[in-house]
């Protein structure tokens, strides 16, 4: 079985070793459950007929323990789940959620090969884990909000709701809203979805780390792959890193304002300003000292500049490729 919380998507069938796995017994046969967490089992859906195609039917009022005996909903999994658990998704989810106060380190991943899509004309065909917005959602709402620190997802394709996130990563201080730092989403796919809609929200929190996904085609004003937001004052996003990412066809791809000493390399940015006009990459409004490193840009090097979306951060360092350069540009946008 493929690691969970490793930086890449797990390898082979997920969804096949944990059924293998849970009907040897899982960690009864040898840890400790209340030490390690415990796996719970969520299947979106409720067809009888596709039953023996997409492996069960879920139910909320399954102990969700086993992927013999799985969950229908993700809220059900986070009324249930406590620090340090998994939860493994396949199927069709449409909801809008808040994780709870308290559980930390938890783990949210999908149970297919490649996170993709898993419907033919909106009916789920089985396999992959797909998180979309419901049918009437609830307007400029992320599809998951995470407020406790630690959260990992992985290899899960999302499409957002209109004007809103798919994870939202948030940090207020309070009792309701406390702090998401230390976060990271690796291996998922961000598409489509409502117009302006965002892949992942950063508000004020350290140490998010967005590594392997895919950002493509979230459109209209405002939509982007990734995005930092001041929130409520409470402090700049900061020591965050953004590794190894693709980005296509995004009205903006990051727009990474207020960030402080963030990491951001390895990432292909496909679209050029020829084709989409948008923020490609955007650092501006915070302290600063980002190191912007070994970034592929689809643009020359004479288009990287402020006016073409291009905005650094105080005290940046720059060194990345372009389509017409045999070496790294070095110079910061102006």
């Known amino acids: 079985m493929g690691q969970i919380g490793s930086v890449y998507p ?55 323990l086993s992927p013999l005996t799985p969950l229908l909903t993700i809220a059900r999994a986070l009324a249930l789940c406590d620090s340090f658990d998994v939860i493994v998704l396949m199927g069709v989810f449409r909801e809008q959620v808040v994780c709870p106060v308290g559980p930390y380190d938890v783990t949210v991943i999908g149970a297919s090969n490649q996170p993709r899509q898993c419907t033919s004309g909106g009916v789920y065909t089985g396999g992959g884990a797909s998180w979309l917005a419901p049918t009437s959602p609830v307007a400029t709402t992320p599809l998951i909000r995470v407020i406790s620190q630690g ?32 976060g990271s989403v690796q291996g998922c796919y961000f598409t489509t979805g409502g117009a302006g809609g965002i892949g992942v929200e950063i508000i004020e929190c350290k140490k998010i780390f967005i590594k392997d996904c895919t950002f493509e085609a979230l459109t209209g004003a405002g939509g982007l792959g990734i995005k930092t937001t001041a929130g409520a004052g409470i402090a700049n996003p900061s020591f965050c890193e953004v590794q190894r990412n693709k980005f296509a066809q995004n009205t903006g791809d990051m727009d990474l304002a207020g960030m402080d000493r963030g990491l951001i390399t390895d990432n292909n940015l496909f679209t050029s300003d020829v084709i989409l006009a948008g923020t490609r990459l955007k650092l501006s409004g915070g302290n600063g000292f980002n190191h912007v490193l070994n970034n592929n840009f689809s643009d020359i090097a004479a288009s990287v500049t402020i006016a073409k979306g291009y905005t650094p951060g105080t005290s940046d360092v720059w060194r990345n490729w372009t389509t017409n350069t045999n070496v790294p540009i070095v110079t910061v946008p102006s």
């Open 151 to 182: 959260w990992t997802f992985q290899n899960i394709q999302f499409a957002p709701v209109a004007a809103s996130a798919c994870i939202t990563f948030d940090r207020r201080e309070t009792a309701a809203i406390p702090d998401s730092s230390h």
């Open 10 to 64: 797990p390898s082979g069938n997920l969804m096949a070793s944990m059924k293998t796995f849970g009907l040897r017994g899982g960690f009864v046969n040898a840890l400790q459950p209340t030490l390690v967490g415990r796996t719970w089992y969520v299947l979106g859906n409720t067809d009888p007929l596709l039953g023996p195609n997409v492996n069960g039917v879920g139910s909320d009022s399954n102990n969700g």
